[in-house]
Each structure stands twice: as C-alpha cells, then as structure tokens.
C-alpha cells in the first residue's frame, strides 16, 4: 500500500516539474545591430539585417499555458496540471534544482549564438538576442542544474525578418546524457504528455535532415529498442520544409495498442546526431509516415482511423529511430538498405548496449546475467547490440527469460522452453514506459512475491483500472527488492548494490525507497526499481522490460537457478 | 412476397452472422463456419497457471484460420468461447474477428500504454468482453475474454 501511494505523489511530482517551465520568445520589429542583451557569438550571413529576439523564462506560466492556444502539446499537459498541482506550487516558476538557463541559437547560415545565464534565485530570466534574419532559426533553450545536466528542454524553429512575432515553447522535462568521448550520441529522455498519456523518462535522439534550403533541421525521435528502421511523421517533415520524394513502395503497420503507421519509402540526407557537430550527411531510405494526423487524408493503410495515430502529429516525438535490426520489423523498407550502423557513423559507441555476464566467482548457481548501459563507452569493436549470450536471431535486445531458475513456466524444462514454438525472452525495450512480466515469472523470480491471484485481487480492491474489472492480472503499481549481492552470491553485484545510496536522474529521487511491498529484503532492503508491471506474460511469452525507470543507467540481470531469488541493479554511469 | 422477404431477411441475419467468429460462440457455430478447426494445448495459449484451472474444468482449445490469421479459441465445458487469441502476428485481426458484432459499439478504454498495449472493454456485465493487444511491430498479439464464460 505504501508502494502504491508513494508513486501516485511521485507521478503528480512528475508532471508539476514538466510543466512548471515555459518559455515566451518575443519577437520586436527591429533594424539591423539594434538592441543589446547579453547574446554572446554574433551574427553571420543573413543579408546583414538583424531580428531582435527575447526570451524569457519564468514568466507565469498559466498565463503563457493559455496563449498556446488549444489542442497544443502544451495545453493538453495543462489538463492534467491543473488537477496535479496547487496554485502555490504552480506559481513556483524555475524549480530550484534548475542553477543556469543556456539559450543556443542556430541556423546553417549564421554563426551559433549561445549564452549560460545563472538562476541565483531569480525567478525568471530574460535574454535578448540579435539573430540574423533568415529562415529556419532553430532556438533551445535547456534548463540545467548545477552539473550542466539538462533538466528541462525546449526548442522552436523560427523564421525571422524583422518582424514581430510571439511564440510560447513548450519546456519538457528532459536529461540528456553528455557524451564523454567525440563517437558517443547525445541521448536525451523526457518527460511530457502526448497523446494524453503520460510518457516518462522516455529516451529520445534528434536527427537532422536537409531540408530544400539546405539547412539540416531537427527531429526527435524516440529511441526504440522495440523497432526497427527510421520512421518519421510526414507534416513535420513538411513543416520543416523537407522535400521527399517517394521512391519505394508503401508499407502499413502496427504498434501493440493497435495504433498504425504507413506511407512511403524515400531517401533523405540525413545527419545523425549533433553534438557539437553533425555528422557527414548521407542519404539514408526514411519510413516516411502519413498515417500521423486525425483529418490526415493521406493515410495509406486500410483499417487506418483517423485519430489512431501511432505518433500523432504535433507531438513532441515526431517519429521512431528503431535500434532493431531484424528485417522482419523494419517500418518499411526492406532490410538490406542500410541498417542502424550505417545511420550511425561514428557513434557506434553511443548505442552501445551491452550485456555482460556477471562474474559467479564463488560457484553460485546465478547465470543469466547482463547490463544495459546508454550512452557509455562500452563498445570496443564497432558496433555492438546484443548480449554475449545473445538470441542474435533476435531483432532486439533481449536474453533468455529466466527467473527463479525456469523457463516461466515452472513445469517446462529447458528442452522444453519454448511458447507456441518460441522461447521465452526478455526484452530490454527503451520504448516502452511499463514493464510487462508474467505473474509465473515474479512468483517463481522473488521470493515472497505475491502470487498472481493475490495481485488481482489487489488490484480490483484498489480498483486501478476501473472497479472490478480485474482485466489485467497485474497492472499494480509496486516496488521490487533486490537482495543484497553478497548474500546473493554474486561478489561483483555487491559492488553495485548501493541501495542506500542509489538516486535516479533527473535528480527527482523518485525511485528510491526504504521499504518495500513485501516487506524488508535482507540488508535493511536495496529497492533497486520500481515500475509497474503488467502481467500479460502467459499470453505472450514475452517480458518486456520498459527501460524508462533505467535510463542513464547500468542494468545488471541476474536469475536464481536455485529460485532463492534474482535481481535487477542499477549503476550511474 | 412473403416468403421472398423471409428469405431475404435470413440471408441478411445469416450474413451479418457469418460476419464474425467470436467469445460468445459455440464450438459448432465456429466449426461450421471455418471448417474443422486443429486442436492446441491449452497451455501453450494461455500460459500454465490458467491453462490447469480451463483444463481442470474442462475447457478445450482449438485453432482456427480466419481471415489467414491462427485464431486460437478456448472453449469452455459447455463448448461456448470464452476466449480468442491472436499471437505474434505482423497485423492484429479484425477487432470483430474476436468480439464479434460488439466491435461496432464503441469500446471503453481502461488503460493504454502507448504502441505497446491497450485494454478496452465491449459490453457490459455479463456480455463484457475484454480485449487486450500487445506487441511490436512486426510482432503483434491480441486476445478477447468474457469473463462470465471463463471458467
């Protein structure tokens, strides 16, 4: 119960911050070299006429909510903030652990323009710029703590020519991992509502792509351990001013709430990933989705309804940057054009995930073990995605499914692992916000795990998904404990067990508990995550780990054969 | 005239019947529509837990092709379904291939996780149906349940 309540107070917390932070650029009709600011860098080419541009943040942000107008990405979050937070706390307009705003300011044909300007308690700064004028300005600003880890994130592409425009952006919770070497891939994550549902620490990389002007525009996409290929919304394509012309065949598809994708294949150059630079463009085949918006008259896919959009448009993610590899879940186009490596020259080591079988040192029983590590260095030999003990016929990260020594299910053996002629994985799946596992593999995983029938009756009593419904024979809301390594066994996963220590980014302390659901694991307990789990695993054979609450982290996996317990740990990087 | 009408009238409800293979049928009603269906463990279909407690009572699975799809039925003792499958597909079926003419209402949305899963609910109290779909893509499964037919 405790568990429970905790992640509703967690939950709110989450979109508070989210939503607590916006942005106001204000445009002013203004001549060439006017106005001042504390704008560092300096205008470029843009034909020597300037526009100035003033953004600020920490104006109130109900007011500036109300300016977006309706049906916008922002003023849908507003529904929900305004049953999620007070006045008073809503007034609170740069949260504090926010220490600097940096404003970045770039476009083809200019010199960036870039400034850090510190909070020091102000409760809202403001910043004018002189940009050249021209098309295709894309403005971000990034709110940071004090590690100049980016907290909340907003970007806006403007077209500027001296005229006065008003613009709100819309600032979500963001952390973007820094890469610490020159071939790692800036991953960012996310917290915002799209769609109305509330997406957490969601993972998401930006891709530029050459428009018809020449300018490389941005696009963020979600990264998707659980797909294949490239897909991208096609009005933002269009918006961006992007030209791409069809030159392979159509395809349709499905995610797995039934919402759809289809369109077309082409070539775009594209740019992967700037951080500190783009890289070389290329041109790479681009799932081009139309199946995006509700009035969008161009669906392709029969069965498509409008509204159904797997990403709709106007969301803050415009489409999918699938890490899988397998031919038979690309969006699109077939597998032998080029395949994740080649979008990704030179940040091979930035998609690194790793799993790495954890040392039984001391002859314990534990195998089955692994890490999954984002953004680090982990890569020594090119590009590298899979486990060592790897299912390399597999398009996605994933291992053997074991817990608690079986198969799932108790009465299979591991001859005899297999599900409708498939064996039982687990999938490390950094798009999706929940886990999916089955109520035979936490009973067997976790000593003193509730059996399946005692969470749905957990559930109907709380009545999570609607009174006595009981549909999901999970669905709770619960924080799992991990033993402690040493009594585990697993000498090296000792190292790592730093329960009492343990944060989770952005810095919210979420995740970290002292107690647990089923009482104090040994140790005083090491809550090492907590998620909800939905236990749909006797119908799929699947367990599909959401990686949100993992981000920015090492993962470590390790199963029990002798069913005395597992573990999930968690590491900063 | 009469008998034209009667006719017509049977065609049209015979028609609208063969629309769909559904929770709610009976085992002949879908046999007679898909042919002779392959029988399946039902273990395999709806994991071990729930497999003893359907086998224990009785319940027996089978597998249809509909539409080229493997739909998987589990019929209860009294040879009425109370549960159809889809699993791993590249498409989900036709909502109505397994909630039958209740997909044309519009369903309740009771929880969606988004392009992983959803659960929606057609009907209410004792003709409820729940259906539920999960995946990726490429890799999609669905399944309709009226719990009052469970065993």
């Known amino acids: 119960m405790r568990a429970i309540q905790t992640s509703s107070r967690n939950s709110s917390k989450i979109i508070q911050l989210f939503a607590a932070l916006s942005v106001t650029a204000i445009l002013a009709a203004c001549g060439a070299g006017g106005g001042g600011g504390s704008s560092s860098g300096g205008p470029g080419g843009g034909g020597g006429s300037t526009t100035q541009l003033t953004i600020t943040v920490g104006n109130n942000w109900q007011t500036a909510q109300v300016e977006t107008g309706s049906g916008t990405f922002l003023a849908k979050a507003f529904g929900l903030v305004k049953d999620a937070v007070t006045p008073d706390e809503a007034a609170a307009a740069i949260p504090s652990n926010v220490a600097s705003i940096g404003f970045i300011i770039t476009a083809a044909d200019m010199a960036t323009i870039s400034t850090n300007a510190p909070v020091s308690g102000q409760t809202s700064i403001t910043e004018t710029f002189n940009v050249p004028n021209g098309n295709f300005r894309a403005v971000r600003v990034n709110a940071m703590d004090g590690n100049g880890d980016v907290l909340y994130t907003g970007n806006i592409t403007l077209n500027l020519n001296g005229g006065a425009v008003s613009q709100d952006v819309a600032m979500t919770n963001a952390l973007c991992y820094t890469p610490v070497s020159s071939n790692q891939m800036p991953v960012c994550f996310v917290n915002a509502t799209q769609d109305d549902s509330l997406y957490i620490n969601t993972p998401y990389v930006t891709v530029y792509i050459t428009n018809a002007s020449g300018v490389s525009m941005p696009f963020n996409l979600l990264l998707d351990t659980g797909a294949t290929g490239v897909l991208i919304n096609q009005d933002a394509l269009q918006a961006a001013g992007v030209n791409i012309a069809r030159n392979n065949g159509s395809f349709c598809g499905q995610f797995g709430d039934s919402s759809m994708f289809g369109g077309y294949v082409s070539n775009a150059t594209v740019a992967t990933l700037a951080s500190g630079g783009l890289s070389t463009n290329s041109s790479y085949p681009v799932a081009v989705n139309q199946d995006t918006a509700p009035n969008n008259s161009n669906y392709s896919c029969p069965g498509f309804t409008p509204g159904n959009a797997g990403f709709p448009s106007g969301g803050f993610l ?77 398009a996605f990260p994933s291992i053997d499914a074991e817990f608690g020594g079986v198969i799932n299910d108790p009465s299979y053996t591991p001859t005899n692992n297999n599900y409708l002629g498939q064996n039982y994985f687990a999938l490390f799946d950094t798009g999706s916000t929940f886990m999916f596992m089955g109520g035979n593999a936490m009973s067997n995983a976790v000593s003193g795990m509730p059996t399946i029938d005692y969470l749905s009756n957990y559930e109907y009593n709380q009545g999570l998904f609607g009174t006595g419904t009981a549909l999901v024979n999970g669905g709770l809301f619960m924080t799992m404990g991990l033993y402690n390594g040493a009594a585990m066994g697993i000498s090296n996963l000792a190292s790592y067990d730093q329960g009492a220590s343990f944060t989770t980014s952005p810095n919210t302390g979420n995740y970290q508990f002292s107690g647990s659901l089923f009482g104090t694991p040994p140790n005083n307990g090491y809550i090492l995550f907590k998620d909800t789990i939905l236990d749909w695993d006797p119908m799929y054979g699947v367990e599909d780990m959401g990686m949100s609450y993992f981000f920015n982290h090492s993962m470590y996996w390790a199963s029990d054969t002798s069913a005395n317990g597992w573990g999930v740990g968690m590491q900063l990087p | 005239m009469k008998k034209i009408l009667a006719v017509s009238i049977f065609c049209i409800l015979f028609a609208a019947q063969s629309s769909f293979a559904a929770v709610g049928e009976t085992y002949n009603q879908m046999a007679q529509r898909y042919g002779a269906p392959g029988q399946v463990s039902i273990k395999l279909v709806a994991g071990a837990k729930d497999a003893a407690r359907y086998t224990a009572a009785g319940a027996k699975g089978y597998s249809f092709n509909i539409n080229n799809l493997k739909i998987y039925a589990l019929f209860n003792a009294s040879n009425v379904c109370f549960k159809m499958l889809a699993l791993h597909n590249r498409m989900l079926p036709e909502t ?55 065993p």
């Open chain 1, 318 to 394: 415009q489409g999918d940057f699938g890490m899988g590899l397998s031919p038979s879940y690309t969006f699109g186009y077939p597998y032998t054009t080029p395949s994740l490596p080649a979008y990704l020259p030179g940040y091979t080591d930035g998609f690194f995930l790793s799993f790495t079988p954890i040392t039984t040192s001391n002859g314990s029983s534990y195998t089955g073990s692994g890490t999954i590590t984002y953004g680090l260095s982990g890569g020594t030999t090119g590009y590298s995605f899979f486990p060592n003990d790897a299912r390399q016929s597999q």
């Open chain 2, 96 to 150: 109505s291939v397994l909630v039958g003419p209740a997909a044309n209402t519009a369903p309740k949305v009771l929880l969606r996780i988004p392009r992983r899963a959803i659960v929606l609910q057609y009907g209410s109290g004792a003709n409820a149906i729940i259906y539920r779909s999960f995946g990726l893509p490429g890799n999609l499964s669905a399944e309709a349940t009226n719990k009052s037919l469970e």
